[in-house]
C-alpha cells in the first residue's frame, strides 16, 4: 500500500511542488480546495489526473473531519493559510480565523479522527518580527510585527500544545520567504519580475515598490518542501528552521532582475510611501543548522539563480500569445 498524503492549499505555491515530490515518491496524494466561484487550480493543473482533491476549509471542522475520513492520510501538510502579510492589516479577523483557529480546527480533526496521522505545520520567519538576535534560530524569542505574524505565533503553539498534550506527531517547519516562478504577483519577488518581463516587452513603464531597503533570506519553494517532508520522515515530531542563512535587500533583488533583463532598474523603479508597511520587519536571516544536522537537508538553489529563474519564467509568460488570460498567481 502506498503511503498517503493530504495536503490543505494544495493549489498554492508550496503545496503543488509538495504534490509534485510526494507523487515523485510514490505517495497518493489528497488535496483540500475551498468552493469557489472562479477555482484557481493553474499551479495543479498538470498534476489533476495524478491526484484527488476534496473539498474543505479551515473555517469548517467538520468539512475537514470529513476529508480526514476519506483520504485516511498517513501525513497531513497544513499549508493553508491567508499568507499575505500586508493583507492581513485590512483582515486581522479572518487571518486570525485562518491561521490560527484553522489550525486549532485541523488539529483537533486529527485528534478526533485518527491519532496516528503525522502533522506539518507551516510556521513562518515573520513571526520573529523584530528580531531579538541574528541569526534566528528554533529558540529565538518572537516578536511579531503584523497580524499575520502574530496569528501564525498562534498557530505555532497550539500545534506544540497539541503535540505535548495528546501526544500528536505534529512539527512545525519555520519557513523563511520561499520564492518560485509559481509565487503570486502580490509577493514583492514576483511583482519585481513580473514588471521586468512586462517591461521589457513595452506592457509597462514603471514599477512602485516600498522599502527597498528590507533584508530578508529568500530561497527556492522546491528546496524547502523536501524539508517539510524529511520533518515527517523522523522518529520525533520537532520545530526546525528552513533557510539559507543568506540575506538579501530589496534592492538587490531588483537590480538582479532588472539586469538579468537587460534593464537599467534605475529607470524604471519608483518608491511610493503608500507601499511602506505600519510596521517594517526589517532583518530576517535563519540559522538552519539543526535541520542540516538532524535532516540532512541544505538548499540546492541560491539567490541570484532564483531571481534569474522567475524573471526567465515571466518573460516566456508574457511574451506568450495568451499572456493577457493567464494568471498572475
Known sequence: MPSRALITGITGQDGSYLAELLLAKGYEVFGVVRRASAPNLWRVAHLRDRITLLPADLLDELSLIRALEQAQPHELYNLAAMSFVPSSWQQPMLTGEFNSQGVTRVLEAVRQVDRSIRIYQASSSEMFGKVREVPQTELTPFHPRSPYGVSKVFGHYITVNYRESYGLFASSGILFNHESPR??????????????????????????????????????????????????????????????????????LVEIAFAHAGLEWQRYVHLDPKLLRPAEVDTLIGDASKARTRLGWAPRVHFRSLVEMMVDADLVRVASSDAATQPLG
Open 183 to 252: 509565487r503570486g504577483v502580490e509577493f514583492v519577488t514576483r511583482k519585481v519580475t513580473d514588471a521586468v518581463a512586462r517591461i521589457k516587452h513595452g506592457t509597462s513603464q514603471s514599477l512602485s515598490l516600498g522599502n527597498l531597503s528590507a533584508r530578508r533570506d529568500w530561497g527556492f519553494a522546491g528546496d524547502y518542501v523536501e524539508a517539510m517532508w524529511l520533518m515527517l520522515q523522523q522518529s520525533e515530531a520537532e520545530d526546525y528552521v528552513i533557510a539559507t542563512g543568506v540575506s538579501h535587500s530589496v534592492q538587490d
